[in-house]
Each structure stands twice: as C-alpha cells, then as structure tokens.
C-alpha cells in the first residue's frame, strides 16, 4: 500500500557518505522536526535522472528552501558509493543523496518499482514527497515513463 498524505514516514535507515566514509542516516534524523522535500529517481546515472530530475533541484534548490523547506533529498535504490559519485559528478550542492541500497525505505511506502525486465531489478519509482516533521504534507508520484509531478518547478509551484 502507498503511503499517503498526513500518514507518518515509517522507519528506515539510508546510507550517506560521510567524512569518514558511509554513514547510516535514520529516518527520523532526516525528517523529525523539519520539512523536507525528498524524491526518488529510478537510478543514478540513469538519462532522466541525470538531464532533468536532479539538475532541477539543484537549480531550484534556494528557492525551494525559500519557501520553507531546511532540506533537499535525493533517494534511490542504489549503493551509497554509487550515490556519492553521482552527487559529486553532478555537483549535487546542497542536495543530500540518501542510498537505499536493499529497497527499504522504497517498499516501505510502497513505492518500489520492478524494473527486472531492464535488468535494474527492483528499484523505486519516481516520486517527490514534502515531510513536514515526519508526516507526509503532499506526495507526486509519477506514471510510468513519466516525468511531471515529481520535478523540481512542480513542487516549488506547490509549496
């Protein structure tokens, strides 16, 4: 089931990379007494991903934050090495890139995605969620092949 609007961000732990190397990132870390505006992509280094969905919140990323936002978050089904290279090869900023390398935060709000028939097995799908102290104030989740609701100027025009 798909979590939904006013429903709480379950538990989960995200890997990021830290100083010191990989660092877990609990959930409630991320999101417990801030807004946060987190989406999801198929895949790093995957073409939309690359060209489109993170290069606009990198580039709207002030004025995300200007509408009240403390952090932009990227998560995907990938490991947190892959994560830290993708982020750094797109100068990612301000963006924190979040790896949920085993799928557990996507199949916990029911945003997992099988892309078996790619070769990418399962992965999440294409969302973009606002968390405001841990619940979840509005969700955009894509259709398949599709790439609206979940950009960057969509979510800044629904702040």
């Known amino acids: 089931m798909t979590i939904e609007t006013g429903q709480s961000v379950p538990d989960a732990t995200f890997m990021t ?31 939309t991903c690359s060209a489109k969905h993170l290069p606009g919140f990198k580039e709207h990323g002030a004025a995300i934050k ?4 403390d952090t932009i978050a990227c998560t995907s089904v990938n490991d947190v090495f892959v994560m830290d290279a ?14 949920d390398g085993n799928g557990e935060f996507a199949k916990s709000v029911g945003l997992e995605l099988d892309a078996s028939g ?3 097995g399962t992965r999440s799908q294409r969302y973009a969620m606002i968390v405001n102290d841990g619940k979840v104030e509005q969700l955009f989740v894509e259709g398949p092949g599709e790439f609206q609701v979940s950009s960057a100027e969509h979510v800044l025009d629904n702040l």
């Open 66 to 69: 200007a509408k009240g936002v």
């Open 118 to 120: 790619f070769g990418m």
């Open 17 to 47: 990379m830290g100083e010191d190397g990989p660092a877990p990132m609990p959930s409630a870390d991320l999101f417990s007494g801030k807004r946060v505006v987190l989406f999801a992509v198929p895949g790093a280094y995957t073409p």
């Open 86 to 99: 993708w982020g750094k090869e797109q100068d990612a900023g301000d963006v924190v890139m979040l790896a």
